[in-house]
């Protein structure tokens, strides 16, 4: 059954990038468009304000049916707090698109970096795209673990990514040793020895689990002593999706945001997708790890 892409959009390039990237998702998915624009509540209490805007969208939408005769794409104009709107919002779609420049999501113009916020708020997954947004060279769906909860939803996210795109899937989960002064260097030698191996098992559980559940998906799996941004970004670099869990509500509820995906969005180099835990089934036990509290997580 066919889902509604949400496309948050304005009039920079970042925006418009973002709504060919859905445009083209959309394809092959056969999913619905829906691309929303939101004013303020100063802004719509201006008529020229509030009519520039509607026309801003049905030349946005005339454009994506253009290109793509066979697509339904609608349009929504909200009022209100720009955050609060789109969250809302996505409680009807099933994806959340927005745009970014490629000199990072804070600096970028399309939303302003309290839009990070959306990562840890919106209850669908959210697809952030970066510019430019073409996929020329581009290949393989990579996947950050984290050792904390690496959920089989987010996996299976990626496994229906790997088999929408004909691409492969990369496991990745970067790893950092603590300062611990004064350890002498055979007891770091030691500790990085356990670190590796936890890192390893995290994969190696997570590689079966795909193999299972998607025996045409082929995997492989990269354990980086790197910090887990720096990694996940330079294993990314040419992949056409990279796929992250969002860390599960605390007893207060509400979203989070960990800081290895804080640290990617900020750094952002190719479409990146945040997925959330709301409906995730609990980890089976081959992805919980137990000693595992002083692994640098997602």
């Not at 609060?84 to 970014?100: H, N, Q, R, Y």
Request: glycine content about 8%; charged content about 20%.
């Amino acid at each position: 059954m066919s889902g509604i892409i949400l496309v948050g959009i304005n009039d920079t390039a970042p925006s418009i990038a973002a709504a060919n990237w859905a445009l083209e998702r959309a394809r092959s998915t056969l999913d619905r468009i829906v691309i929303v624009h939101v004013l303020n509540d100063v802004d719509a209490a201006n008529s020229v304000a509030r009519d520039h805007a509607l026309a801003f969208l049905a030349k946005q939408a005339i454009s994506l049916r253009i290109s793509a005769p066979e697509t339904q794409v609608t349009t929504e104009l909200l009022i209100g707090n720009p955050l609060e709107e789109l969250t809302t919002a996505a409680s009807a779609a099933t994806l959340l698109v927005i745009g970014t420049h490629k000199t990072g999501f804070v600096q970028g113009r399309v939303f302003g970096s309290k839009y990070i916020q959306l990562a840890a708020t919106t209850p669908i997954p959210l697809a952030v795209i970066p510019m430019p947004a073409n996929r020329g060279g581009r290949a393989g769906v990579v996947v950050g673990l984290s050792d904390s909860r690496s959920t089989a939803v987010t996996l299976d996210f990626a496994i229906k990514e790997a088999r929408r795109t004909l691409s492969s899937i990369t496991l990745v989960h970067s790893w950092t040793l603590p300062n611990m002064p004064g350890e002498v260097f055979r007891d770091g030698g030691r500790r990085e020895f356990e670190y590796s191996l936890i890192a390893e098992k995290l994969l190696d559980h997570a590689k079966t689990h795909i193999h299972t559940v998607a025996p045409d998906v082929p995997v492989r799996t990269r354990s980086l002593r790197r910090p887990p941004a720096e990694g996940l970004l330079d294993a990314a670099g040419t992949a056409l999706l990279l796929v992250l869990g969002r860390t599960a509500p605390g007893p207060a509820g509400g979203g989070v945001l960990g800081a290895t995906v804080h640290d990617v969005l900020v750094n952002l180099t190719t479409a990146t997708m945040i997925v959330p835990p709301e409906n995730d089934r609990p980890g089976t036990p081959e992805f919980q790890l137990a000693d595992t509290e002083h692994v640098a997580i997602a």
